[in-house]
C-alpha cells in the first residue's frame, strides 16, 4: 500500500514542500528511511513506531519504505514525525486521508503520542500559503507563530490520537472560516500594533539622557536614514544608553520587514507564546567573546547568526576593540549585501542580515581622547588603538561622534530633553520620504552608488563643499559616498529636496576619525 | 670655519677623521675610552696603527688574563681592524655628505668640548653652528596643544627674525614646529639626532629633515651616533645634553608635570645654561610642568621682544641681522578670510580657545549669548575650520593655531 503526505521544510529562511511517501510490502519486516537524511530524521522510524504503539496502532511486520522528496535535498530536523504517521495510519487503512484540498502536516512526536514544536513554522506557512495550500496541521506548541499568516486554515494538535478526530470531522472543519484556528482560541487577523506594551524591553528614553545634543543628533540621523553609528568617548558617559534609546526611535516595521525577520527568528526556534511574531525592531548586543559563527552564522547545522537575528533591527557591539579581529572581518561582506550565504557540501543557506550597525569603543587606552587635559596616551598609542578595528568595519560606518561627561550645571538644571516619541514623529516622516523617492525599503544609507546621482542632487555650492572635503580629506570614494548619502538624510530632515552646501557642512562635522 | 673650507683645503685633517671614524665605529669603545687612548697617542692614526701590536691592548685594560666578556672584545676589536677600510669608509661616508667633527681637532664645538661627558665624535649632514651667533633650544611635549603649536611657531618664528639659531630634537610636537618655523622665516637651526644623521626619526618630519640636511644651507642634522645607527630610545636621553650643550638658552614651551623634557632641563642647569619656559593656565595639564619651572626659577617668557633682548644681553653677542635672514616667509597653505565673521560667527569665535572643547560645551556657552541650535553650530563649526580659524579632532573643537 502507498500513501504520500504533504509536509514542510526549511532552506535558509525559506520554506519549500516536502512529500512524505509511505509504502507497506510483504517482506522482512523493517523501516527504511531514504531520501538524502540527516541523523535526527532517520531517527524519526523509531519515534513513529513507539508513539504509534502507544496510542495502540502498532505497526504490522511489513517492510515499510518510506520517501521523503525531493530525494536529492539534504533535509534536517525533526518535523517530518507527524506526516510519517499519519502516512503509515493510511497504509495501515486506519484513517483515510482527505484529497479534495491540499494539506499539510509537520510536527514532532514524543514516545508517548505527544506532538512537540519544531522551528521554521512560519516560513514554511509563507511558503505552503503561496503554493496554494488551504490547511495546515501543526503542533500546538507552535500556533503562535501560525496566527499571523492570514489565508491559511491552522489545525492545533496536542495528542496524536486527536488525529482521528481530525480526520473523521475533516468536513465540517474544512467549513470553518479561513484564518481561523480550529480548537479555539483567539483569532488574529491582522499584525500587532507596533508599539505593544505587552513586549516591552526597557528602552531608554532619549528625554531620560542629559545633554549630549551631537550624540542624539547623530542617533536621529542614523535611525532616519538606517546609517551606521560610532559612539566614542570615555567609559561611563552614556555610550550604550544612547545606543539602546536609539532602538526606541527607529520608525515602526513595515509588513514585509516583520515577516522576514520572524521568519528568521522562527528558523532560530525562538518564536513562542510570549513573542509568536516579531512587530519591534530587534535589539541585539553581542558580547565581544562571541564566536564568529554565533555572530554570523554556520555552525555544523547551520542557523542563523546574531546578525540575522538583528535583521531590521540594531546590531550593537559595545567596546568594539575587543572584538576579535578576525570575528569583525566576517561582518565585511553580509554589511555589503544585506545577506549572508553559508555555503556547506549539502548546499548554501542564505539568511538576511539587514541591520543597522551601532558600535561603541574608547577613542584610546586610557578613554579621554582628544580631551588633552586628561588623556594620557601618546599620538602613537592613539594611532595604534585607532587603527585595530578593522579598516573596512571603519569604512562602512557613517557617522561617528564623540560622548562626553557632561557638566554638573546640566545634571543639575535638568533641562525639558526631547522624548524619544517626539524624535520618531520627525524619523517616521523622513522615512516617509525616503520611501516615495527611493523605492520602498531603500533607506537613504542603503542607496546605491549608481543611483547616487539621481537621489543625491546637490545644489552647485553643495557640490563645491564636496569637492573642498574629498580633496582637503582625503576621503575615498566609499567615505565620498558615505557623506553623501548622511547629506541627504539632513536634507530629508530639514524637508529640502536638493542637498545644499550647509547639509554637507553639518555631515561632516560626523566624520570623527573615520577619515584619519 | 665651515666644512665646505675644510673639503677643500686640509687633507691631513680628513685622514685624522677617517681614523676617528674607525674608532667612532669600533664595537666596544666608548666616549671615555678614545679620550683615555688619544691622550697617550695624540693622534687617531696613531692609535689604529698601534693596534697592529699588543700595545694599545694593554691600555684598553685587555691583555694578560682575561674574562670570556674581555676576550670577546678584543675579539671584536680585532675584527672591525680587519674589516673596516679605513679610506673606503670615509669616502663612503663623505659621498653621503656626512661628515665626521671628532673631539680632539678643530672644528669641534667649542660649547661642546666644556660639557660633561663630551661627545668624543659628531656626525654632521649639512652645517654646524656658527660659534659666534646665539643658539636657543625650544623643547617641550610631542603632544602638545594649540597654545603649544601657536607658541613654538611663534618663538621660533621671532628668534629666526633675529638671527638667534634654533636647536631641537626635530621630534614631533614642539622641537619640530619651532625648527619648522625657524626655518621657513629665513633663519638657522639645527637637529640633534637619537639616531644616525642618515636616519630620519620620527618619520612624520621627513620634509623638515630633508630642508635641513640637504639643500638649504642654512642648518643641519647633527648626531654622536655613527651613520646607519637606528633610533633607540636609550639614545634619547643622551641626544639631550648635546641640545642643551650647544644652545646657550633653553625654551621649555609645553611639559605635563611628568616629562622627558626635564632631562633636558637637568642637563643645561649642569651645564650652567639658562632655562625659560612659557607660562601657561593652571588648568592645562601641557602647562603644569612649565608652570613649575617658573616656580624652580626658570625665566618667563611673558614677551617675545623682551624675551630676544635678554638673550642677547646675557650672552653678549651683537644684533646682527645679515641679508641672509631675512628671506622669504613661505606662505600660509590655509587661506585666511580677510572678510569680517558674521555676527554669529564672532561669537562663536569668542567661545573657542587654544584648548580643545567637546561640542556641547561649546553650544552652552554660546547660548549664553545668543540662541542657536546644535546643527547650526556644526554648520558654522564647519564651515570655520574650512576657512582656517577653527581645528577639529574627533568632535572637539578649539582655535586653529
Request: a neutral charge; proline letters at 5%.
Amino acid at each position: 500500500m502507498f500513501q504520500s503526505v504533504l509536509t514542510g521544510a526549511v532552506n535558509g529562511v525559506d520554506g519549500y514542500l516536502v512529500t512524505a511517501e509511505i509504502d507497506m510490502a510483504d517482506g522482512l519486516p523493517c523501516m527504511d528511511m531514504v531520501g538524502n537524511l540527516g541523523h535526527e530524521v532517520r531517527e524519526s522510524s523509531e519515534r513513529v513506531r513507539v508513539a504509534l504503539k502507544n496510542i495502540g496502532y502498532a505497526i504490522p511486520p511489513k517492510r515499510v519504505t518510506i520517501n521523503l522528496s525531493p530525494a536529492g535535498i539534504k533535509k534536517g530536523g525533526t518535523a517530518f514525525d507527524l506526516p510519517i504517521a499519519i502516512g503509515i495510519l493510511a497504509t495501515m487503512g486506519v484513517v483515510e486521508l482527505p484529497k479534495d484540498e491540499q494539506w499539510i502536516a509537520i510536527g514532532e512526536l514524543g514516545l508517548d503520542g505527544q506532538v512537540r514544536g519544531v522551528p521554521g513554522i512560519l516560513p514554511i506557512l509563507i511558503t505552503a500559503k503561496e503554493k496554494g495550500i488551504k490547511t495546515c496541521i501543526l503542533p500546538s506548541d507552535n500556533r503562535y507563530e501560525a496566527e499571523y499568516i492570514k489565508g491559511i486554515r491552522i489545525i492545533e494538535l496536542g495528542d496524536l490520537y486527536r488525529l482521528f478526530d481530525i480526520f473523521e470531522n475533516w468536513e465540517s472543519m474544512v467549513k470553518t472560516k479561513m484564518s481561523q484556528i480550529v480548537s479555539g482560541t483567539s483569532t488574529k487577523t491582522t499584525f500587532p500594533d507596533p508599539i505593544d506594551k505587552s513586549q516591552t524591553h526597557i528602552t531608554p528614553n532619549f528625554a531620560d539622557i542629559i545633554g549630549q545634543s551631537m550624540a542624539k543628533r547623530a542617533a536621529e540621523i542614523a535611525a532616519a536614514g538606517f546609517h551606521n553609528l560610532l559612539l566614542t568617548g570615555p567609559p561611563g558617559t552614556g555610550k550604550s544608553m544612547i545606543a539602546a534609546a536609539l532602538s526606541g526611535i527607529l520608525p515602526p516595521m513595515e509588513e514585509k520587514e516583520m515577516l522576514d525577520t520572524s521568519k528568521v527568528y522562527s528558523v532560530a526556534g525562538l518564536l513562542n507564546e510570549e513573542r509568536p511574531f516579531i512587530c519591534k525592531r530587534p535589539f541585539q548586543t553581542p558580547h565581544h567573546t562571541i564566536t564568529p559563527q554565533a555572530l554570523v552564522g554556520g555552525g555544523i547545522v547551520p542557523g542563523p547568526g546574531i546578525i540575522s537575528l538583528s535583521n531590521h533591527g540594531v546590531l550593537f557591539l559595545d567596546e568594539l576593540p575587543e572584538f576579535k579581529r578576525q570575528t569583525l572581518d566576517m561582518l565585511r561582506q553580509p554589511m555589503e549585501e544585506g545577506k549572508i550565504v553559508i555555503t556547506r557540501k549539502s548546499g548554501s543557506y542564505v539568511y538576511p542580515c539587514n541591520f543597522m550597525l551601532v558600535a561603541a569603543m574608547n577613542p584610546c587606552p586610557c578613554g579621554y581622547y582628544p580631551d588633552k587635559n586628561r588623556c594620557t596616551c601618546s599620538q602613537k598609542e592613539v594611532q595604534h588603538y585607532i587603527s585595530g578595528i578593522s579598516g573596512p568595519l571603519k569604512n562602512r560606518i557613517d557617522l561617528c561622534v564623540n560622548v562626553q561627561r557632561g557638566s554638573y550645571d546640566q545634571i543639575r538644571e535638568k533641562k525639558a530633553e526631547e522624548s524619544s516619541e517626539h524624535i520618531c514623529e520627525r524619523i517616521i516622516a523622513v522615512r516617509q520620504i525616503q520611501k516615495e523617492r527611493n523605492g520602498a525599503g531603500i533607506y537613504n544609507g542603503r542607496i546605491e552608488a549608481k543611483r547616487m546621482p539621481a537621489l543625491c542632487e546637490m545644489t552647485k555650492p553643495a557640490e563645491k563643499m564636496m569637492e573642498h572635503y574629498y580633496e582637503t580629506q582625503h576621503l575615498s570614494m566609499r567615505g565620498y559616498h558615505r557623506t553623501l548619502r548622511v547629506a541627504r538624510t539632513i536634507a530629508d530632515l530639514d524637508g529640502k529636496k536638493m542637498i545644499d552646501d550647509v547639509h554637507i557642512l553639518e555631515a561632516v562635522s560626523y566624520r570623527g576619525f573615520l577619515d584619519k | 670655519m665651515t666644512i665646505i673650507n675644510h673639503m677643500n683645503e686640509n687633507k691631513a685633517w680628513h685622514k685624522e677623521c677617517a681614523y676617528a671614524y674607525f674608532w667612532e665605529t669600533a664595537p666596544g669603545i666608548g666616549s671615555a675610552t678614545i679620550e683615555k687612548i688619544f691622550e697617550l697617542y695624540g693622534s687617531y692614526q696613531k692609535m689604529y696603527e698601534a693596534l697592529e701590536d699588543e700595545k694599545i691592548y694593554h691600555s684598553l685594560g685587555l691583555c694578560g688574563k682575561m674574562s670570556e666578556f674581555k676576550q670577546r672584545k678584543k675579539t671584536l676589536i680585532k675584527n672591525h681592524f680587519m674589516d673596516w677600510n679605513v679610506n673606503l669608509r670615509y669616502q663612503e661616508m663623505i659621498g653621503q655628505h656626512i661628515f665626521c667633527i671628532p673631539r680632539f681637532l678643530n672644528g669641534y664645538p667649542h660649547k661642546l668640548q666644556e660639557i660633561d661627558k663630551a661627545p668624543s665624535a659628531l656626525f654632521v649632514k649639512g652645517k654646524l653652528p656658527e660659534e659666534n651667533r646665539p643658539l636657543v633650544a625650544i623643547i617641550g611635549a610631542r603632544n602638545c596643544s594649540n597654545y603649544g603649536v601657536h607658541m613654538a611657531k611663534e618663538l621660533g618664528q621671532v628668534l629666526a627674525m633675529h638671527g638667534i639659531g634654533v636647536v631641537s630634537g626635530l621630534a614631533r610636537g614642539i622641537d619640530g614646529i619651532g625648527q619648522l618655523a625657524a626655518l621657513n622665516e629665513g633663519g638657522a637651526t639645527f637637529g640633534i639626532l637619537g639616531s644616525g644623521v642618515d636616519v630620519c626619526y620620527p618619520p612624520e618630519n621627513i620634509e623638515l629633515y630633508k630642508r635641513l640636511a640637504n639643500s638649504e644651507n642654512r642648518g643641519g642634522i647633527i648626531s654622536e651616533m655613527p651613520p646607519g645607527t637606528q633610533a633607540e630610545k636609550k639614545f634619547f636621553p643622551m641626544r639631550n645634553r648635546i641640545i642643551s650643550g650647544l644652545a646657550d638658552a633653553i625654551i621649555v614651551v609645553e611639559a605635563k608635570e611628568k616629562s622627558g623634557t626635564f632631562i633636558t632641563v637637568e642637563r643645561a642647569l649642569e651645564q650652567g645654561k639658562d632655562v625659560y619656559a612659557c607660562p601657561g593656565r593652571m588648568c592645562d595639564s601641557l602647562s603644569i610642568g612649565c608652570n613649575r619651572l617658573i616656580s624652580q626659577g626658570a625665566g618667563v617668557i611673558w614677551n617675545l621682544d623682551e624675551f630676544v633682548q635678554e638673550v642677547y644681553q646675557n650672552h653678549g653677542f651683537h644684533i646682527n641681522i645679515n641679508q641672509d635672514t631675512t628671506v622669504s616667509r613661505i606662505e600660509d597653505d590655509q587661506e585666511k578670510n580677510t572678510l569680517p565673521l558674521t555676527l554669529i560667527r564672532q561669537v562663536i569665535y569668542n567661545c573657542l580657545d587654544y584648548n580643545m572643547q567637546p561640542v556641547d560645551r561649546i553650544l552652552e556657552r554660546v547660548m549664553e549669548k545668543h540662541e542657536i541650535l546644535l546643527k547650526d553650530l556644526l554648520i558654522e563649526l564647519s564651515d570655520m575650520e574650512r576657512l582656517g580659524y577653527v581645528r577639529q579632532e574627533n568632535g572637539f573643537y578649539g582655535l586653529a593655531p
